[in-house]
T-cell receptor, first 115, second 111 residues
């Protein structure tokens, strides 16, 4: 079956512009996560959606970052007034439920470059 | 706060077994241990997970210490395609279902 799909795969933007990154999770997966990975670093948690519950936004680095998940499926991560330090790979993952046994399924990420 | 500790890097010869260690000394009784790996230019992929007992699947084996303060991911015969960064993660639904990734272990496989 289809995996997690992210678009675009690459995005180059000028400092100060807004960007939107899209994630299509695996059909039926109720949980969706966004992570950020800077060059040579591990994954930094950003935000987590579970069903219709309020999202866990505790990892968002500033109020320039926001995310929404429409209809419990597709998610969009928005970065306003981008800065050079926002350059990173943004990874989305989904999983099938709240149980600790279900694994994360990742997309291949969006590589964001802010010039 | 990754809550796990792994060596930054390891090397292995091709076709030999690899033992990747992970320390999680503050683990609670309900935390699962998950392992993921990330190949270059890809998102992480699930490898294996377990709670108390040792686990085997087609990719690897997971050996969990009796006190659960450490675990070891075992690749039985390393191939060049196993060269990746391996992440050991504690996961508990009691902590908001977050998966905290550390910096992982970068595995180099020598032909």
């Amino acid at each position: 079956g289809a995996g997690v799909s992210q678009s675009p795969s690459n995005k180059v933007t000028e400092k100060g512009k807004d960007v939107e990154l899209r994630c299509d999770p695996i059909s039926g997966h109720t949980a969706l996560y966004w992570y950020r990975q800077s060059l040579g670093q591990g994954l930094e948690f950003l935000i987590y959606f579970q069903g219709n519950s309020a999202p866990d936004k505790s990892g968002l680095p500033s109020d320039r970052f926001s995310a929404e998940r429409t209809g419990g499926s597709v998610s969009t991560l928005t970065i306003q007034r981008t800065q050079q330090e926002d350059s990173a790979v943004y990874l989305c993952a989904s999983r099938s439920g709240q149980g600790v046994g279900s694994p994360l399924h990742f997309g291949n990420g969006t590589r964001l470059t802010v010039t | 706060d990754a809550k796990t500790t792994q060596p930054n890097s390891m090397e292995s010869n091709e076709e030999e077994p690899v033992h990747l260690p992970c320390n999680h000394s503050t683990i609670s009784g309900t935390d699962y241990i998950h392992w993921y790996r990330q190949l270059p230019s890809q998102g992480p992929e699930y490898v294996i997970h377990g709670l108390t007992s040792n686990v085997n699947n087609r990719m690897a084996s997971l050996a969990i210490a009796e006190d659960r303060k450490s675990s070891t991911l075992i690749l039985h015969r390393a191939t060049l395609r196993d060269a990746a960064v391996y992440y050991c993660i504690r996961h508990s639904s009691n902590t908001g279902n977050q998966f905290y990734f550390g910096t992982g272990t970068s595995l180099t496989v020598i032909p």
